[in-house]
């Protein structure tokens, strides 16, 4: 049996669709959610994870650093419910990689402060007290012991679960190829079939087989790379570091593995691995990490986050219709997620959105 129509239909099974999608149909509604490919497999586990609204947010960016504090508070009991997502809250470091670097980290730290996160000044020798493996070149850094991190693998495969013992229906395999307005509700087209739904809600990150979006998305290449763990505790905490010349990385640790990120690369919706992408990755880490020159690499893959031109979350509605958008999570969709989920129920139920997710509402004057 085939269900072709809901109350509620949500477009792309990523982090975004999957979190909105769970909450609507543990409020009992019915909801089908249709997934080009399988689910979660666009940016939502090409990503490492963390949890980091201390090290995320950069000066001009005050209502997405709010929004990432209180999603970041809401992670504990959010997951709660779900079960085991691979959850460490273990805080992060941040580090200037040579003399040069340390001013930039410096005013970094006094902006969080002044933004009252909790963030602490750590000297080398500090650092490498808490981080045995660290080269003898790293300077100084800081700490924010309240950012964690979870495995996006995990995350994903609970909101599935939770999802489908809700009532939800899953279609993967499935891409939206255009969304018709057939009043009082829409039609969906996919390349086998029709869907019928009153409320329709986009989350379809960078869009795949064509489906128009009246904004637009540039994609964001992330390629990563991971490595064996040497041992348990070998990386307590994820790391993020900050060169001049070489830019952003980090490492992020997991059970098995260590993730080691990422590029930041406007390339269009090309998810290609390119040696001068994994080489960066690799310089970085290696000179963070001098020891990690033995470890076996595990895998090497790329991913596309969905930004939107202000590079903030994106939240829009057609006036007059049950049509909505939610687009731009860019480089914080795992963080957001708590905040996504409960945020767009409340505004698809209720009419209205929390005040922390208001800034990133658009109005019709921005659509195309
Ligand atoms: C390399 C990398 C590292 C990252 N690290 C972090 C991190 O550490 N912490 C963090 O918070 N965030 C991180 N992110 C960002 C995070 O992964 C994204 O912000 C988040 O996944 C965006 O969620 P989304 O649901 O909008 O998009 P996605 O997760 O990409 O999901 C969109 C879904 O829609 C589907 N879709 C597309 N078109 C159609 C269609 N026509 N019909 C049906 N379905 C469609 C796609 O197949 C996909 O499954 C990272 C991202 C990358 C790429």
Redesign the pocket.
Known sequence: MHDKAAEFIV???????LGIAWHLADKGKKVIL????E??????T??????SPAYEAEYEELPLLRAMLESRQRYPEWIAYLGDVGYEDSGTYELALTPEDVPYVRRRYEFERQQGLEVEWMEGTELRKRLPHLSTRIPAGTYAPQDGHVIPEMLKARLIEAFLSTGGILYAQ????RIEHRPPGFILHTPYTIYQAETVIV???????G?ELPFRVYPVR?Q?VSVENPAFGWLPAPVRYYNRMMGYGYAVPKKTYIIL??TTEEKGADPSLTLGGVMDILRRAYYVFPDLYEVRIVRMWA????ATASRTPFLAHEPGTRLFF??G????????LPLIAEGVTQWVLEGNLPPSLQPFYQDRSLLR
């Open positions: 477009v792309g099974a990523g982090a975004a669709g249709l997934e080009a490919k689910p979660g497999g666009g940016a939502m090409a990503s490492a994870g963390m949890l499935t891409p939206v190829l989350c379809v990150g960078v869009p795949l087989e489906l992330g990563m990120g990422g991913g596309l986050r969905p939610v687009n999570l860019y480089r914080n969709g795992i963080l957001l």
